[in-house]
């Protein structure tokens, strides 16, 4: 494919399209069956492909593929399939006002279903038939593998990234795909084993449940299941076992003990002499190979890795509108579509907290469809909705938080402020936070508590993200340190008229 | 049963000499002719000695002089006297008493009490309910009430017995609701209950030989599992229990062998209706009952489950510890032989008690719930009682005020969850400090959806409830989770298996469709282990496409979710619901409506906690116990004024008493103040003298401990300086040791006094604090 080589990616849409190219072409070589859904990205892509032979910018792109489709008279399938493919917010705009074929079946955000699905489509459990954005790390395990099995050799793969960036999915995917090729290309079927190592109850039991799977009705309680696997891989292999074993390994961090020896053993698996087992371990450590198995490397046998990138900006969107596509109908603002995925990829880029976020705002919007008597306007999920849930998500409330708290634990937090601003410090302890905290008591005719309440003060405000108090053997003696910003504090309490004596001589 | 004589014959000592007389006796026994067991005894002999007293006839036949068909020899093994004085236990596999053979795992009759109110014997041989006549005829047994009757007897006569379930005539009357009228007995014949009407009727127990021994001093004791009839129970007799039917329970006792009548028969169900004419002392037991959990198990399942779950490890175990069994079987059958001497004068010494050692055993009286005195239920409640009863944490409020908003909020999730065709995973963390209504708002909110399901208006799910604290360790979530799904208890390993398949791959657990699950972590937080590989699991199904599992997580760290794992906190998604700290209005409504209807506060008291609670911590458990303390404080109050008034005039006492700022202002004090600070506050002149002193010299010399010696010197010139009397030096060694055991004071190990080393165990802030303004001795201050 020319197109997925192009070297830089300048822009992510362009990746996007890229990518939807490779990945549509390998599905028709493959000639796997082809649902309404697929046919009609195809048909985008058409256009699509007409589009790149000149690398443009994005707003080329687009514009041009628009032209296209206007020319073509394919407006209906465009207005189904390709716009949303690459919004920018200046540029959706105009053309929401300019572009007649954005006029789509109106959703009904009052009937149920609808809802229903939108939520459905929105939920993580729910994943899509393809997998956008993730196709060329995709299309490199699929090849490792596809490698492994016409070389009938083993190998192993270790994939790492953030969680929420579609590890798992993808290798997943890759499973049912190889299947698929395998039984195409004439291969045996390998045989597949996935397991979440946190369902392991002790790392080791990892071999037994391979050496179960490849072998259902082997009872050999002489040796443990390592040496059994050991045995059999090391050994000339018997006709009957020609099958390829494909262990998928989740969260594979899980399976580190003290001496690292599972985590070694079950990497030297795939590199002894007569090994059939393609190995691909999951987890978010990006050097988990590099500080475990240093051994593995000097016998240079190190895996093969594959990093998962978090999400960008631009997949976030396009993978949230892939999943709204199947709809049919505009749900959601294009802008507040854009405002959360850059908010999401500005801060982790974890495709599940974006799509909470979603599901959020369109419960923020179902709360005030209810209250709404009058039916104006609310038909679509608008930027403020999405405001507020990524403000619920992302933005703890701080000062509304400081504000409900009972007043001792304000004037402990004052106190601290009021310290930290005296001494210029950042840390105290306790006792001397006690001290200064009654001389603000004092200071304002209210009774200081005892010592022990003043401490499980101290802990509620620890409970609430407010303070750290860390352990110490006396009380006196606990650190406690400020963990949000003094001037925060400082700003909350100001509106209290209560506080405003004591924060004058702090503003000296 | 076989190997007993055979071990015995191959001994080269002296054969034992029951084992040839007591097989085929047994033997006979159990073959016996429906109706007429042949028992060691003639059957004629207790309607003989009908007019004996109660004692002597309950007692074992061997006491009764008609024993004509039992040789001497067979009734008791007796070789000769004591000859082996051993001074331990001696264990048997099986024990001839009295000429019967009981062997560890026989059922037993057993007396109940000493002075049983027995209506003499139990004959062996039931008597025909109509014609009253023991007689030779072939009876048969009516299934309900579990009457004999002769076949001739009946109207119209049977010719044989029938097949199946049988019932006589009566109570087929009785039930269609007629009013029956039994035949009365001849007027000159006593009815005499047969032991299993006795046992039916509580009047005794059944037990299981569990093992035999006999003491140092000769007597023969066995140790029994007691069977309970099903009245006994917790759950008194369901309509499916059978009349036979007993429960097996896992209470044992140690009860002389004289308390053993004989044997019946307990069998498991196959056994049992396989039985037809075994004689009347048959039972039924399917169930073990645990008499403390009230609980019932299937027999079979417990010893199924014993092999199978453990798997081999305990196989081994198990199996040794039946041969260690057989082999001190054969060792005490070789001793048995030497130490058989009983003797039968001593056993007749005790004639006229059950059991010689009266009042030791019979354990069944213990169980059960204590009777509730009728003053306590008749007692009218005042108006301080009955709001001290609301007051109390554990009760239930009807409504339950200010958190409105963040119950419709759950109320919302769970339904959004769950309404839906397509149950879809979730997650929802609640945080709040303590006392803020978080756990109350989730399961009121939940009862509410219970109440909605119950109306039709919602699909059915179930609701499973955890609280982290409660579990022994993190793990056994899974257990718990499992057994609240399916019912059945497997290990934890076992049941995170079943789980995964439950929830990632959408097995069936159990029989029915998979409901949506609404599983509710309290205290979220304990949950947490080294790897997190626990909340991993819980918070990874939601996530897939079948799990159908909301979870509400509660905790009172507001950024738990950002101290796990990111990898975990991306599974929990970004739901959160804050329950903030309770203002003094909203406490003080709190409290109102607790008290709803009862006039027993002042309404500026109540606000007076609410305001002091809100200041503090906000936690509604702290305001609710404070009021009532307060309420307690007063009732003492009032009833101590009551009682002073009561004789001179009995009117007075009936003026309410409300509780007054007072009341709440000693409650806080009580709540608030730790208890050394009042125990200093309390403490006698001398030692707060003492405390102040030593307070100023270790702030003077900045040091943390102080010799006894200097110390001394300190009190004395604070004394002086003004104008107290200076105190002994004995007198304040005396203070320094009471101040020490407080542990106010920490003091050195040691015999000398003079420089033993002291040290504040409190800060001495805490000092200052209590005795700052101390009425009695207002100088000290200075001081401080």
Same mark, same amino acid.
């Given at each position: 494919m020319p197109v997925s080589k192009i070297p830089s990616f300048s822009s992510g849409s362009e990746l996007g399209s890229a990518v939807v190219n490779d990945l549509e072409i390998a599905g028709r070589c493959q000639g796997s069956s082809t649902n309404w859904k697929r046919s009609r990205s195809q048909s985008a892509l058409k256009s699509s492909i007409k589009s790149v032979p000149s690398p443009a910018k994005r707003i080329a792109l687009r514009r041009c593929s628009n032209a296209i489709v206007d020319s073509k008279g394919e407006c209906c399938?465009?207005?189904?399939?390709?716009?949303?493919?690459?919004?920018?917010?200046?540029?959706?705009?105009?053309?929401?006002?300019?572009?007649?074929?954005?006029?789509?079946?109106?959703?009904?955000?009052?009937?149920?279903?609808?809802?229903?699905?939108?939520?459905?489509?929105?939920?993580?459990?729910?994943?899509?038939?393809?997998?956008?954005?993730?196709?060329?790390?995709?299309?490199?395990?699929?090849?490792?593998?596809?490698?492994?099995?016409?070389?009938?050799?083993?190998?192993?793969?270790?994939?790492?990234?953030?969680?929420?960036?579609?590890?798992?999915?993808?290798?997943?995917?890759?499973?049912?795909?190889?299947?698929?090729?395998?039984?195409?290309?004439g291969f045996q079927a390998p045989e597949v084993l996935s397991i979440n190592c946190t369902l392991l109850t002790k790392a080791s039991e990892i071999f037994s449940k391979v050496i179960e799977k490849l072998h259902p009705h082997l009872k050999n309680n002489s040796c443990s299941p390592l040496q059994d696997l050991q045995k059999l891989y090391s050994q000339k292999r018997q006709l009957s076992s020609g099958k390829m074993m494909m262990i998928i390994v989740d969260e594979m961090d899980y399976l580190r003990t003290r001496d690292h020896q599972v985590l070694?053993?079950?990497?030297?698996?795939?590199?002894?002499?007569?090994?059939?087992?393609?190995?691909?371990?999951?987890?978010?450590?990006?050097?988990?190979?590099?500080?475990?198995?240093?051994?593995?490397?000097?016998?240079?046998?190190?895996?093969?890795?594959?990093?998962?990138?978090?999400?960008?900006?631009?997949?976030?969107?396009?993978?949230?509108?892939?999943?709204?596509?199947?709809?049919?109908?505009?749900?959601?603002?294009p802008i507040a579509l854009e405002f959360c995925a850059r908010k999401v990829a500005a801060a982790s880029g974890d495709m599940r907290k974006a799509l909470d976020v979603c599901r959020?705002?369109?419960?923020?919007?179902?709360?005030?469809?209810?209250?709404?008597?009058?039916?104006?306007?609310?038909k679509i999920v608008r930027f403020d909705h999405m405001d507020i849930a990524l403000s619920r998500a992302f933005k703890p409330l701080i000062v509304d938080t400081i504000q409900s708290l009972p007043q001792h634990q304000q004037i402990i937090l004052c106190s601290v402020v009021k310290f930290f601003w005296q001494c210029k410090k950042n840390a105290t302890t306790i006792g001397e936070l006690n001290r200064s905290y009654s001389e603000i008591c004092k200071g304002n005719h209210i009774p200081p508590v005892g010592m022990l309440e003043f401490t499980n003060m101290c802990r509620a405000l620890s409970d609430q993200g407010l303070l750290n108090v860390g352990q110490a053997k006396e009380i006196k003696q606990k650190r406690v340190t400020l963990k949000i910003d003094g001037s925060d504090v400082i700003f909350a309490l100001k509106e209290i008229r209560f506080f405003n004596n004591c924060l004058e001589f702090l503003n000296k | 049963m076989a190997a007993t004589p055979s071990k015995s014959r191959v001994k080269p000592s002296p054969p034992a000499p029951q084992t040839p007389a007591s097989g085929p006796r047994r033997s006979l026994r159990l073959s016996s002719t429906p109706r007429t067991p042949v028992h060691c005894y003639d059957p004629s002999s207790p309607r003989k000695s009908a007019k004996k007293s109660k004692r002597s006839l309950l007692k074992t036949p061997a006491f009764c002089p008609i024993t004509p068909n039992l040789p001497e020899s067979k009734r008791r093994r007796r070789s000769g006297p004591d000859s082996n004085p051993s001074k331990k236990k001696i264990y048997f596999k099986r024990v001839v008493f009295d000429g019967v053979g009981f062997?560890?795992?026989?059922?037993?009759?057993?007396?109940?009490?000493? =002075?049983?109110?027995?209506?003499?014997?139990?004959?062996?041989?039931?008597?025909?309910?109509?014609?009253?006549?023991?007689?030779n005829f072939v009876m048969v047994e009516c299934d309900d009430c579990l009457g004999g009757f002769h076949l001739g007897c009946l109207k119209p006569p049977l010719k044989k017995v029938p097949e199946g379930d049988w019932i006589c005539g009566y109570c087929e009357a009785r039930k269609m609701g007629k009013v029956v009228e039994l035949p009365k007995p001849p007027a000159w014949k006593k009815i005499k209950r047969t032991a299993k009407e006795k046992l039916l009727s509580s009047d005794l127990w059944a037990a299981r030989i569990e093992s035999l021994w006999k003491e140092p001093d000769g007597t023969y004791w066995l140790r029994c599992r007691w069977y309970m009839i099903p009245e006994e129970t917790a759950a008194g007799r369901q309509p499916h229990n059978l009349r036979r039917e007993l429960y097996r329970t896992n209470d044992t006792a140690n009860i002389e062998m004289d308390s053993v009548i004989r044997h019946c028969f307990v069998m498991n169900p196959k056994d049992f209706f396989e039985a037809n004419d075994e004689g009347d002392d048959v039972f039924y037991c399917e169930y073990e009952y645990d008499?403390?959990?009230?609980?019932?198990?299937?027999?079979?399942?417990?010893?199924?489950?014993?092999?199978?779950?453990?798997?081999?490890?305990?196989?081994? @175990?198990?199996?040794?510890?039946? =041969?260690?069994?057989?082999?001190?079987? @054969?060792?005490?059958?070789?001793?048995?032989?030497?130490?058989?001497?009983?003797?039968?004068?001593?056993?007749?010494?005790?004639?006229?008690?059950?059991?010689?050692?009266?009042?030791?055993?019979?354990?069944?009286?213990?169980?059960?719930?204590?009777?509730?005195?009728?003053?306590?239920?008749?007692?009218?409640?005042?108006?301080?009682?009955?709001?001290?009863?609301?007051?109390?944490?554990?009760? &239930?409020?009807?409504?339950?005020?200010?958190?409105?908003?963040?119950?419709?909020?759950?109320?919302?999730?769970?339904?959004?969850?769950?309404?839906?065709?397509?149950?879809?995973?979730?997650?929802?963390?609640?945080?709040?400090?303590?006392?803020?209504?978080?756990?109350?708002?989730?399961?009121?909110?939940?009862?509410?959806?219970?109440?909605?399901?119950?109306?039709?208006?919602?699909?059915?799910?179930?609701?499973?409830?955890?609280?982290?604290?409660?579990?022994?360790?993190?793990?056994?979530?899974?257990?718990?989770v499992y057994e609240a799904l399916s019912g059945h208890r497997v290990g934890w390993k076992k049941a995170l298996h079943h789980l995964n398949e439950r929830f990632s791959e959408g097995i069936k657990v159990g029989r029915q469709e998979n409901q949506p699950c609404v599983l509710l972590l309290d205290e979220?937080? &304990?949950?947490?282990?080294?790897?997190?590989?626990?909340?991993?699991?819980?918070? =990874?199904?939601?996530?897939?496409?079948?799990?159908?599992?909301?979870?509400?997580?509660?905790?009172?760290?507001?950024?738990?979710?950002?101290?796990?794992?990111?990898?975990?906190?991306?599974?929990?998604?970004?739901?959160?619901?804050?329950?903030?700290?309770?203002?003094?209005?909203? &406490?003080? @409504?709190?409290?109102?409506?607790?008290?709803?209807?009862?006039?027993?506060?002042?309404?500026?008291?109540?606000?007076?906690?609410?305001?002091?609670?809100?200041?503090?911590?906000g936690d509604a458990r702290r305001a609710l116990e404070i009021c009532r303390r307060a309420a307690d404080l007063a009732d003492y109050r009032q009833k101590q004024l009551s009682s002073c008034t009561k004789v001179t005039s009995p009117d007075s006492s009936a003026g309410k008493c409300l509780v007054g700022m007072a009341d709440v202002e000693s409650a806080i004090q009580e709540v608030f103040q730790a208890p050394h600070i009042r125990i200093m506050k309390t403490s006698s002149r001398l030692s707060k003298i003492l405390l102040v002193s030593m307070v100023h010299e270790l702030y003077k010399s900045g040091l943390s401990e102080i010799t006894f010696d200097k110390l001394a010197a300190t009190v004395s010139s604070l004394c002086s300086s003004n104008r107290e009397d200076i105190p002994g030096w004995d007198t304040l060694l005396k203070v320094g040791c009471k101040l020490g055991e407080c542990r106010i004071i920490l003091c050195e190990e040691g015999t000398k006094h003079k420089l033993q080393k002291l040290q504040l165990n409190f800060p001495s802030d805490d000092v200052a604090f209590a005795l700052k303004d101390c009425p009695e001795v207002p100088w000290l201050s200075k001081y401080l």
């Open positions: 399938d465009d207005s189904n399939g390709e716009p949303r493919v690459v919004p920018s917010s200046k540029t959706l705009r105009e053309e929401r006002s300019s572009d007649p074929c954005f006029q789509r079946s109106t959703w009904n955000p009052r009937d149920p279903a609808q809802i229903q699905a939108v939520k459905e489509a929105l939920h993580v459990a729910s994943a899509p038939d393809n997998i956008v954005c993730r196709e060329d790390e995709q299309k490199s395990i699929l090849d490792f593998c596809k490698a492994c099995i016409e070389q009938d050799k083993s190998g192993s793969l270790y994939v790492c990234g953030c969680p929420g960036t579609g590890k798992s999915l993808s290798v997943k995917k890759v499973k049912e795909l190889l299947v698929l090729w395998a039984k195409e290309a070694h053993d079950l990497f030297m698996l795939s590199t002894l002499p007569y090994s059939q087992c393609i190995l691909i371990g999951i987890a978010n450590t990006i050097d988990l190979a590099d500080r475990f198995l240093p051994r593995v490397e000097s016998l240079n046998c190190k895996p093969n890795v594959v990093t998962y990138c978090a999400y960008s900006k631009d997949q976030i969107l396009k993978i949230i509108q892939q999943r709204l596509i199947v709809l049919g109908y505009d749900i959601f603002e959020s705002a369109i419960e923020v919007f179902e709360a005030e469809l209810r209250l709404a008597t009058n039916k104006e306007e609310l | 062997e560890i795992g026989d059922a037993v009759y057993v007396k109940r009490r000493e =002075d049983a109110e027995s209506d003499g014997d139990e004959p062996e041989v039931e008597e025909c309910r109509i014609c009253f006549e023991v007689g008499v403390h959990w009230h609980s019932f198990k299937r027999i079979s399942e417990i010893d199924n489950s014993e092999e199978c779950d453990e798997g081999a490890g305990n196989d081994d @175990e198990w199996k040794l510890s039946k =041969d260690s069994d057989s082999q001190t079987d @054969e060792d005490s059958e070789k001793e048995e032989d030497t130490a058989q001497g009983t003797s039968y004068r001593k056993y007749q010494t005790h004639q006229l008690a059950a059991n010689s050692r009266r009042g030791r055993i019979f354990g069944l009286q213990r169980i059960g719930a204590k009777r509730i005195p009728e003053h306590v239920r008749c007692h009218k409640q005042t108006e301080l009682e009955r709001a001290k009863a609301m007051l109390v944490l554990a009760i &239930l409020p009807k409504s339950l005020p200010c958190r409105t908003k963040e119950m419709e909020e759950i109320t919302a999730f769970v339904k959004g969850a769950i309404c839906d065709d397509q149950c879809l995973g979730r997650c929802l963390y609640i945080h709040g400090v303590p006392g803020t209504g978080k756990t109350m708002s989730v399961l009121s909110v939940m009862r509410n959806l219970s109440s909605e399901v119950e109306a039709g208006t919602m699909r059915p799910y179930s609701f499973i409830e955890i609280n982290g604290l409660k579990l022994a360790s993190p793990e056994n979530i899974y257990k718990v979220l937080d &304990l949950l947490l282990t080294r790897n997190q590989s626990v909340l991993y699991n819980v918070f =990874d199904w939601p996530t897939r496409p079948h799990s159908k599992l909301v979870i509400i997580g509660i905790a009172n760290t507001m950024n738990l979710p950002e101290k796990l794992l990111p990898r975990i906190s991306s599974r929990m998604g970004i739901q959160r619901l804050c329950f903030g700290p309770y203002n003094y209005q909203q &406490l003080q @409504e709190i409290i109102l409506t607790r008290l709803e209807g009862i006039d027993a506060f002042e309404e500026q008291a109540i606000e007076f906690a609410s305001r002091k609670v809100a200041a503090m911590s």
